[in-house]
């Protein structure tokens, strides 16, 4: 199958102002891209490129005074099929992590594992290793929050979506790979695009998405509390120990963003 990805993103800068820019698919998905996602800048400015520690592409550029707009289009082929769990689920001792694993357990920005860490052994330290103690907190975590653009902020954190119980996408991702931290399950942020293929209508506006991984069965997994079903054609973006390694922009001014549309759709 066949998706059409990309954005267009307009926003308004007082003054010339640094931008750091992470709006490419994932180096992962190269075998699949029959376009690229090129990003197009108008007016144009000079772009710099790099791979952070996560791997995930990177740019650079100093957007001009005024608008500034940024695009992509690209082509990409994916599964046809809704995605399958890995026959492998087992949970790992954390002395037999492997070393690149191990900051995934940590607290990190919006992920305060100190402050969920009882709650999380007293709600699923009973139940099974592994898989299914992954699926029971993306359960917990899928019941628990209601899903509410108007209370989606960028500050909001794991603790904070866990007491509000409203959040968008990142605060699901953001709280159940928290708790999965807390049960000493390495797990790390993810976001991208996830197509409305095979979802019943009515389908609310495309939007970039978060979900999270889970190292178990000795690979990296995927989990979407915010969903919590299979689904058809995800595409990565980038990886993170949370959404502030993922932000498709830092600015380095003032700017406000004043056009936001994003494409997911079978071609």
Request: charged letters at 20%; glycine letters at 6%; hydrophobic letters at 40%.
């Amino acid at each position: 199958m066949k998706l059409r990805v990309g954005y267009e993103l307009v926003y308004e800068c007082p003054q010339p102002t640094p931008m750091l820019l992470m709006l490419n698919t994932h180096f992962s998905f190269a075998p699949q891209m029959l376009v690229a996602d090129v990003l197009k800048v108008d007016p144009p400015v000079p772009i710099s490129q790099y791979r952070d520690g996560f791997g995930n592409l990177c740019s650079r550029l100093v957007a001009p005074k005024g608008h500034i707009t940024l695009s992509t289009t690209a082509l990409v082929e994916v599964s046809p099929d809704p995605e399958i769990p890995s026959p492998s689920g087992e949970q790992h001792p954390v002395e037999e992590l492997p070393n690149e694993c191990l900051v995934f357990l940590l607290g990190s920005r919006y992920c305060e594992t100190d402050l969920l860490s009882e709650f999380a052994w007293k709600q699923f330290g009973k139940g099974p290793l592994g898989r299914p103690r992954v699926q029971a907190i993306c359960d917990f975590v899928h019941n628990h929050i209601v899903f509410n653009y108007a209370h989606a902020r960028p500050t909001k954190t794991a603790w904070e979506a866990y007491n509000e119980r409203q959040g968008v996408c990142r605060d699901f991702a953001h709280l159940a790979l928290t708790l999965c931290r807390a049960m000493n399950i390495p797990a790390r942020y993810c976001t991208g695009y996830i197509s409305d293929v095979n979802v019943p209508l009515p389908h609310s506006s495309m939007d970039f998405a978060g979900w999270f991984e889970a190292f178990i069965g000795g690979t990296w997994q995927t989990f979407d509390a915010r969903n919590n079903v299979p689904r058809t054609g995800r595409v990565l973006m980038a990886r993170g120990r949370d959404a502030a390694d993922v932000a498709i922009s830092n600015t380095f001014g003032p700017t406000k963003l004043i056009k936001f549309d994003v494409i997911c759709e079978e071609q």
